[in-house]
């Protein structure tokens, strides 16, 4: 029973971490810009397909066609934002969350078309795929001990970036107030574009993490859907929260998929968010801001 029962949090916390990450670049955006991106997924997926190509297509050493892929989907981040989101900025938000969701179609439609990735699905070779480690009775997975791991290393970095560098205190201000950073002369726009580049690596390094569990395939994207709920349970505005929620999004899937009737872990998800969204309107670390009218 204690065996079943750390198998499974153990699943769902490796899987909940892959939605927090997804969640941490709908966060990092939305902070930076007010604007939700619903690409993200998408781009997670064009990141697990970039690894894909460096190490599998082009025979890098998986040690640097993953960080290669992360660099190429940063820049791949920054160039979206310049060619694509810059130019609508100043128009209604509806507008910009209907481009976002346009690229995300687009980049599906286009990985589908390209040779060597189509619609088929790959298996993205690791160093630990397949491996276990064995505590008593109590079978680990090398492959989600490695994704929990790599998350907390992750977000160690991000912490250090946010804290102690210029461009992360930078990137803190412009989420804070724009136009205040902008007369402190803060380049707002080069941050925005750099914040969309850290978006996108960040993408890319959960598609490498869920690859090797989902495999590697146009449609894996869609994971999304569930990171959403994820920003929202955590608090939209909140990066610590987007972690959390994705942590207890992918509890709560593990333990439904187990123990509750088929069907149940699709919509866990989204009874967790309406749930919360009753209880506590502005998220678990969302900030309740009291306008007056």
């Known amino acids: 029973m204690l065996n079943q029962l750390l198998q499974l949090a153990l699943s769902g916390v490796a899987v909940g971490c892959v ?21 993200q997924g998408d781009m997670m997926m064009v990141g697990a397909f ?11 050493p998986f040690w640097l066609g993953v960080p290669a892929a992360i660099l190429a989907m940063g820049l791949f981040g920054m160039l979206i934002e310049k060619a694509v989101l810059s130019p609508i900025l100043g128009q209604p938000a509806f507008s910009i969350v209907m481009v976002t969701i346009g690229l995300g179609t687009v980049l599906r439609g286009v990985v589908s078309m390209v040779p060597g990735w189509g619609t088929d699905t790959h298996a993205l070779a690791t160093p630990y795929s397949g491996q276990v480690v064995n505590f008593g009775e109590v079978v680990l997975s090398i492959e989600q001990l490695t994704i929990i791991a790599d998350t907390a290393a992750l977000c160690l970095v ?25 007369y402190m002369g803060i380049p707002v726009r080069r941050i925005n574009m750099l914040i969309w580049g850290i978006s996108a690596a960040v993408a890319a390094f959960a598609g490498v993490l869920l690859a090797p569990i989902t495999f590697v395939h146009a449609n894996m994207g869609f994971v999304g859907l569930k990171a959403f709920p994820a920003a929202v349970v955590g608090g939209f505005g909140s990066v610590p929260g987007a972690i959390v929620g994705g942590l207890i999004i992918g509890l709560v899937e593990s333990f439904a998929g187990f123990y509750l009737p088929e069907g149940f872990k699709d919509i866990m998800a989204y009874i967790v968010v309406l749930l919360v969204l009753v209880l506590r309107p502005s998220g ?3 900030e309740t801001r009291n306008k007056k009218v």
């Open 284 to 286: 678990l670390f969302g």
């Open 158 to 182: 991000l912490y250090l970036f946010f804290r102690f560098t210029r461009i992360g205190v930078a990137m803190q201000a412009t989420s804070q107030n724009q136009l205040a950073a902008y």
């Open 19 to 39: 939605y927090g990450l997804i969640a941490l670049g709908f966060v990092l955006i939305y902070k930076a810009t007010e604007t939700v991106n619903f690409a």
């Open 50 to 60: 970039a690894a894909l190509t460096f190490t599998e297509i082009l025979g890098f």
